[in-house]
């Protein structure tokens, strides 16, 4: 057993670390407060690599592994946690799914676009009646000829704004339930694709968070994904994959708040000393250093498990459940150690506590967590 980065991976981690100091923490509370990533931000992902970070280079990726994406994700969200997930939900969510079920065409049309970072791309699944429940939704795709037709109305929907490219998930069989459930790639021009409602949210609040309206939208039968009645399987891939980068995001939020914390106890003077010399604070940084460091631990393990091949969803679904609780408690614990202050705009730890809070409900809430681990844990 190592526990030492790569070589690459450091130097990943270093170049992100770089960014995330240099370019998004100056601007992530004035994009928090816009209510929009700005494009320049995005343009500069994609020339990073960040957008296709373990996609091989043949396809427009960065070549690097699972470990280099995660941490990736980490030092983005350390940022600007909108950015984060982002680059999640696009490379998890979408990217991930192309390459892995995608046909060599589509591939070519599809990934070599998204993993080069010239288009962002959008999953949605989430529907106003159908949430954790993803086997009741209500949208339909019926062939006709050379095309499927869409019809339906998602919601939630990350990246829906500003994406090129989505993989909405629709019935092609309702009598099948999760047997009937099929993907497709839709283009965003494609006719009778229009995006509704943008939502007005607490948290991750640069992100766009998108309803997504299908009328008779006309689909090539191409654009399937996988096999017709596969959709549920490939989603099910899609949020294995998507907890480790939502476990990654609710770390490096954890670890913004406890270094602003660190900073605010060494310089804030009460009773003649700085608070950082009461015993009271020292043992709240000690415990939000420690959740962090077990977070991020889990969240690589279930990375390294991917990237070796191995069954991961077990380790994905305990990162993804434990860091974010850890990320709601130092979050909130670094408000605790601002006093006052940490309420205040002035200091960016309440934005990281608004931020907190979605790691527990995306991509499976933490009681949907519970239940797939404990299933697994009593299965057989
Ligand atoms: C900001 C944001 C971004 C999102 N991005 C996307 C996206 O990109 N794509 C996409 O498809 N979706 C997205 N979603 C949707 C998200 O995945 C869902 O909100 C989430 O899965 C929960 O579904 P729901 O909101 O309908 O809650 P519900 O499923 O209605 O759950 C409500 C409550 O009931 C609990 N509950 C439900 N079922 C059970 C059960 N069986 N046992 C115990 N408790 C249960 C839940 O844990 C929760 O506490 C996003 C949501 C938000 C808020």
């Known amino acids: 057993m190592r526990f030492e980065f790569t070589e690459e991976q ?8 770089r960014f995330a100091d240099d370019v998004l923490k100056p601007k992530a509370a ?79 049309k599809y990934l070599v676009p998204l993993a080069k970072g010239e288009k962002v791309a959008a999953h949605a699944m989430t529907e106003p009646g159908a949430g954790t429940d993803v086997v009741s939704i209500s949208t339909t795709a019926k062939r006709e000829g050379d095309y499927y037709i869409l ?27 999760h047997k009937g459930m099929s993907a497709f790639i839709v283009e965003r021009d494609t006719p009778g694709f229009s995006i509704g409602k943008l939502e007005h949210k607490l948290g991750i609040r640069a992100t766009s968070t998108a309803e997504l309206i299908l009328e008779n939208c006309k689909v090539p039968a191409d654009n399937l994904l996988g096999e017709e009645g596969r959709g549920f399987y490939i989603a099910m891939d899609c949020y294995d994959g998507g907890r480790i980068g939502v476990a990654a995001q609710a770390v490096g939020i954890a670890q913004a708040a406890y270094e602003e914390a660190v900073e605010f106890a060494k310089t804030r003077i009460q009773f003649g000393q700085p608070i950082a010399k009461f015993q009271a604070i020292q043992f709240k940084l000690a415990d939000m250093a420690t959740m962090i460091e077990a977070a991020r631990l889990l969240y690589l393990k279930a990375a390294w498990l ?57 991509e499976g809430t933490s009681e949907a967590q519970r239940l797939t681990i404990a299933r697994n844990l009593l299965k057989g």
Request: proline share 2%; glycine share 10%.
């Open 306 to 362: 991917k990237q070796e091949g191995k069954p991961y969803y077990q380790l994905s679904a305990m990162a993804k459940l434990f860091a974010s609780e850890v990320a709601m408690d130092v979050t909130r614990e670094a408000i605790q150690i601002h006093g006052g202050y940490g309420y205040t705009e002035d200091y960016s730890v309440e934005r990281h506590y608004r931020d907190a809070k979605i790691t527990e409900i995306y």
């Open 30 to 108: 004035e994009m928090d407060k816009e209510c929009k990533i700005y494009p320049e931000i995005i343009k500069q992902l994609g020339e990073l690599g960040l957008l296709g970070v373990y996609i091989p280079e043949e396809y427009g990726g960065a070549g690097m592994d699972v470990i280099c994406y995660a941490t990736a994700v980490e030092e983005i969200s350390r940022g600007c946690a909108s950015t984060g997930i982002l680059v999640s939900a696009h490379t998890s969510l979408v990217v991930d799914p192309i390459y892995h079920y995608g046909t060599e065409e589509q591939k070519r």
């Open 10 to 17: 450091k130097m990943v981690r270093d170049m992100v670390r």
């Open 151 to 177: 019809n339906g109305t998602k919601h939630f929907i990350t990246n829906g704004a500003e994406a090129g490219i989505y993989l909405i998930f629709a019935m092609t069989d309702k009598e099948k339930r």
